[in-house]
């Protein structure tokens, strides 16, 4: 028995490979999907044309499942992420995050979600110059009840979890590329809900880094429960997925 079986948590090499278009509220064990989307269309118009940067998207993402979207750029990964998050609102179609109907909620319940159940490493980091790696990475806590020795302890196991445990008071222009990185990666470790969405997170990484970080973010699926969605083109973290998923042109099919 694995780790994450003797912690309850189903594994997924045992599940058969979801189609991506069926239609289903549950997983094979009854479990609920934390994302279910169902013709998902965004479509953008710039300069004069229309652009379907999603079309048509159904997909469900499991507690626990590791699923990787692969594409060119210009596919609509980000757009897909974006949607999922609430950050954009689609053109048509739905998208459930656990309970939350997110094309249907008020801005506060979209970011009582993203507070509560929803990890985001977005492909150009997000983080504050003006912070230490350590204060990028404790800002999800802020609004979290845990006094500072919990907090601090948190922070210092998510940046040494990245091996950014010498690096905890630069700040993002002091980091190189791929540091930047991974203080994003760890301020998404610091307090994992039940969904965690990556838009290319080993883009600026060497090939060695990528495993470790691939690793981590595999450990959260597998121990921890947590429905992890990845956009990459890297083949390192493709080997890890137990699903692969392909973007092209707005559409989504099993790869
Ligand atoms: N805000 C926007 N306004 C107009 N067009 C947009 C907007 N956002 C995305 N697009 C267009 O939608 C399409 C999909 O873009 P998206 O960034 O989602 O692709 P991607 O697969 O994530 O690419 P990359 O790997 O380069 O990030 C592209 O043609 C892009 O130009």
Known sequence: MTDAEAEGFETRASRAPQPVGET????PAGEASVIQARGLTRRFVSG???VEACRQIDLDVLPGEFVVIRGR???GKTTLLSLISGLTRPSEGSVRVLDVDVEASTEARLVDLRRTELSVIPQEFGLLDALTAAENVEVPLRLDEADARTRDAAVTAALEAV????HTRQRPPELSGGQQQ?????RALVRPGRLLLAD??????DSATASVITDVLHDLARSRGVAV???THDPVVVAKADRVLQMHDGHV???
């Open 200 to 205: 290319e997170p080993t883009g600026s990484l």
């Open 182 to 186: 991974r203080v994003a990666v760890a």
């Open 253 to 255: 099919t099993a790869a």
């Open 24 to 27: 289903r509220a549950s997983g």
């Open 48 to 50: 004069g044309e229309t």
């Open 229 to 231: 969605l990845v956009t």
């Open 163 to 166: 091996g950014l445990g010498k």
């Open 73 to 75: 750029s210009g596919a």
